[in-house]
């Protein structure tokens, strides 16, 4: 027999979790139009790119909406926190327009179909699967922040070979995480339905959620783009 709230998780769970990839899918095409139209405005472009403060100021705003959207999600209102997760999709946009004039439109759609495939397949088993992840995840963090030391190391190195190696460590780990944020999204989303969260609390964590898997995807599409695009140079 299944309980009162059981029901109620039925119920509702598959439309949260719409909302979760309809947030992401939406995240990532304003990203896509905003890099295309900076890419293909050669003023615009130049001047982000001559200008290192504004530059770096790009990234420091990009990091900060993360973290501030991620510490303060029960702070805010839901409809901050969606506009601070579409400015940040834009900021995030400006900073990849690089990728459409190192790379050709067809490389870039290319890495893009086999990011969404692999992807999907990887959200699939993390939604799925009944299997505890969550050691999984510790370890996958532990190795990001050894990557995110990697790669600041091979700035200075500047190690073609070592950068190649790194690309590969990148995708094994967006790769997992893509499956235990699935798993954790649910998990998370159905307790707060189970412990009679508000709707405006269960969406919020949706679109938290949200915000993990379009990282998640745009790190492992940067990734994949590094190991099979081919440059214009």
């Known amino acids: 027999m299944v309980n009162e ?30 890099s295309f139209g900076v890419a293909t405005s050669p003023a615009l472009f130049n001047a982000i790119v001559s200008s290192k403060v504004l530059f770096f100021g790009i990234i420091i705003a990009e990091v900060a909406l993360v973290w501030g959207v991620s510490a303060s999600i029960h702070k805010l209102s839901l409809t901050t926190a969606t506009l601070l997760f579409i400015l940040y999709s834009v900021l995030n946009g400006i900073t990849l327009s690089f ?17 969404a495939g ?19 995840g510790k370890i996958l963090t532990m190795g990001l922040i050894g990557l995110i030391i990697a790669s600041l190391v091979n700035m200075f190195l500047r190690s073609t070979g070592f950068e190649y190696i790194l690309s590969y460590v990148g995708v094994a780990i967006f790769v997992g995480l893509t499956a235990y944020d699935s798993q954790k999204i649910r998990q998370l989303t159905t307790n707060a339905i189970m412990a009679g969260e508000s709707e405006v609390t269960v969406q919020k964590y949706a679109l938290l959620g949200a915000l993990s898997l379009y990282l998640d995807f745009i790190n492992l599409f940067l990734y994949l783009l590094r190991i099979f695009g081919n440059s214009r140079n």
């Open 118 to 136: 692999t992807f999907a397949a990887m959200a699939f088993i993390g939604y799925t699967t009944k299997k505890d992840l969550s050691g999984m």
């Open 99 to 115: 990728i459409f004039i190192a790379y050709s439109i067809s490389v870039v759609s290319k890495v893009f179909f086999i990011t």
């Open 5 to 34: 709230k059981e029901a109620v998780v039925q119920a509702s769970f598959p439309a949260v979790m719409r909302k979760v990839y309809l947030w992401m899918t939406l995240a990532l095409i304003i990203t896509a139009i905003t």
